[in-house]
T-cell receptor, first 113, second 111 residues
């Protein structure tokens, strides 16, 4: 199993600023992902965080807006840059430890005002 | 492409049954089902790996039809605690580990 800690759990930010979300896993994992869930919507994959290399971004998401770091196999950060109210969402860190098992952090609830 | 779930929303009385469907335009390798309560992260319910496989979790079961590229979640004798949003999720190809969620179904159980 894997236990994931995300910080911050909630934040209210001013538009134009940036916020970094941290994801810490209690064991080494190869596959780590970042998702966004806008109000009332499903979860959308932002990117795959690759250890030792640049993240792989999904269509509609770019590195300048959502820079990701993955310095080791237990830790990753997602930065939401130059925030606007449209970035108000839940951001979720996720890890996959095998074919059958996927775990989520508790999410970071972000409100941009 | 994101799997499409139906219905989008459903309201039940306690004790009633419900079926939630998840359909894909692409072949599915596996299907996971999750429930998310308001203000919380999604919680894993079950995974289905093979065509025609069925699984159960208390009074919640699911089926997976590879040929039809769809999965269904069955909620029997629903309880108040079943309220939430249900998502199916899939990785379309074995080994990619890139996980895509369905559109979601909001379910509310009334007393």
């Amino acid at each position: 199993s894997a236990v994931i800690s995300q910080k911050p759990s909630r934040d209210i930010c001013q538009r134009g600023t940036s916020l970094t979300i941290q994801c810490q896993v209690d064991s080494q994992v190869t596959m780590m992902f970042w998702y966004r869930q806008q109000p009332g919507q499903s979860l959308t994959l932002i990117a795959t965080a690759n250890q030792g290399s640049e993240a792989t971004y999904e269509s509609g998401f770019v590195i300048d807006k959502f820079p990701i770091s993955r310095p080791n196999l237990t830790f990753s950060t997602l930065t939401v840059s130059n925030m606007s109210p449209e970035d108000s969402s839940i951001y979720l860190c996720s890890v996959r430890t095998g074919v059958n098992t996927i775990y989520f952090g508790e999410g970071s609830w972000l409100t941009v005002v | 492409q994101q799997p499409v779930q139906s219905p989008q929303a459903v309201i039940l009385r306690e004790g009633e049954d419900a079926v939630i469907n998840c359909s894909s335009s692409k072949a599915l390798y596996s299907v996971h089902w999750y429930r998310q309560k308001h203000g919380e992260a999604p919680v894993f319910l079950m995974i289905l790996l093979k065509g025609g496989e069925q699984k159960g979790h208390e009074k919640i079961s699911a089926s997976f039809n590879e040929k039809k590229q769809q999965s269904s979640l069955y909620l029997t004798a629903s309880q108040l605690s079943y309220s939430g949003t249900y998502f199916c999720g899939t990785d379309y190809t074995s080994g990619t580990y890139k996980y895509i969620f369905g559109t979601g179904t909001r379910l509310k159980v009334l007393a």
